[in-house]
């Protein structure tokens, strides 16, 4: 009866139109090419930080992440991006001062980690109102890691080192702002709203101890650390 009734009334209602305009704002067969890259390089000589004292050394760190997305559908796309990263801290001389009676300081220390990471992301457009110009973009990402460290300390009989190797795989999604500045070119704004992650870490001390380390994450929330800017081309 009550299935009845609901299809009679059904058939006595007018058709209801929100008019909401569906404007194209990424149209079917653009390519979207981006690329990041960024190189640091400080020298330390006497320096001090909360409890380090006397620090004398030099670090680097350089990163480069293309990306490349091909809109199969209008406001829809696919594509992927590749990051490399490499950090290099050599610290000759530092001292720990935690108290005035607790202190310990420490000598030739090197550290170098590379890791890299390829992502497959799916990516959505959808304009503010009718605006062509500003826009809201959506990524979902994919991805997966594998990163290398080393580290070492000492010398002579005091020398000691590890390794590490890690495999990371994640999965995320960004939503964010889309600005184009010309028909080509845009500045986009992401922030990640939630990553599921999971990576598997082995150790290797002084070529003799072995140690493996499993991490599971989950997070769900506005990460402010997460937040990129770019300028992406559209071809």
């Not at 390089?41 to 909360?50: E, I, T």
Request: net charge positive; proline share 1%; charged share 15%.
């Amino acid at each position: 009866m009550f299935l009845f009734l609901g299809a009679h009334a059904a058939q006595g209602q007018e058709h209801f139109s929100r008019n909401i305009d569906q404007v194209v704002f990424v149209p079917k067969g653009q390519w979207v090419v981006g690329l990041s890259a960024n190189y640091g390089q400080s020298k330390f000589d006497n320096y001090q930080y909360l409890v380090v004292e006397n620090i004398n050394g030099d670090n680097y760190s350089f990163k480069v992440s293309p990306t490349l997305c091909y809109m199969f559908k209008d406001d829809l796309g696919i594509g992927g991006r590749f990051a490399y990263n490499r950090t290099r801290t050599k610290m000759n001389s530092a001292d720990f001062v935690l108290s005035s009676e607790d202190s310990f300081s420490v000598d030739n220390l090197y550290a170098i980690t590379q890791s890299y990471h390829s992502t497959v992301l799916l990516r959505q457009y959808m304009s503010l109102g009718k605006s062509k110009r500003f826009g809201i973009v959506n990524e979902m990402t994919l991805r997966y890691g594998l990163s290398e460290s080393k580290l070492a300390s000492g010398s002579g009989i005091d020398f000691s080192g590890s390794f590490m190797r890690t495999h990371s795989f994640g999965m995320g999604v960004s939503p964010g702002l889309c600005v184009f500045l010309s028909n080509y070119s845009a500045v986009e704004v992401n922030v990640g709203v939630l990553e599921l992650g999971y990576s598997k870490m082995r150790q290797t001390n002084n070529q003799i101890q072995v140690a493996n380390t499993k991490n599971k994450s989950a997070n769900f929330k506005i990460n402010l650390f997460s937040i990129s800017i770019g300028v992406a081309f559209y071809l």
